[in-house]
Nanobody
Framework: QVQLVESGGGLVQAGGSLRLSCAASGRTFSSYTMGWFRQAPGKERELVAAIKWSGSSTYYADSVKGRFTISRDNAKNTGYLQMNSLKLEDTGVYYC???????????????WGQGTQVTVSS
């Protein structure tokens, strides 16, 4: 069992930056694939980025490539999403997710956090 808690969301102007954190409980987090998803109002939840348990492989949605960076610190049981050059369309609730399977590119994750709101203003 893994429990995930996101933090770091907030209100930011377009062009600004935010760093989201995902604190995980459970000693097996270091062996899990971790993903960040977002859901904008009226839209389906989408996969934004994912990282293999070792950090050796990553996945990014085309809409965030070159602007977002996913990382993890397994010693701290924490994952991160650095978001730069934020755009209005990045607004949404961001969710951290984890799964024991290799899930890069897949939307199917077993464990989910409660989400953190990111609002980008003009």
């Amino acid at each position: 069992q893994v429990q995930l808690v996101e933090s770091g969301g907030g209100l930011v102007q377009a062009g600004g930056s935010l760093r989201l954190s995902c604190a995980a409980s459970g000693r097996t987090f270091s062996s899990y694939t971790m993903g960040w998803f977002r859901q904008a109002p009226g839209k389906e939840r989408e996969l934004v980025a994912a990282i293999k348990w070792s950090g050796s492989s990553t996945y990014y949605a085309d809409s965030v490539k070159g602007r977002f960076t996913i990382s993890r610190d397994n010693a701290k049981n924490t994952g991160y999403l650095q978001m730069n050059s934020l755009k209005l369309e990045d607004t949404g609730v961001y969710y951290c997710a984890a799964d024991p399977r290799y899930r890069l590119g897949s939307p199917d994750y077993e464990y989910w956090g409660q989400g953190t709101q990111v609002t980008v203003s003009s």
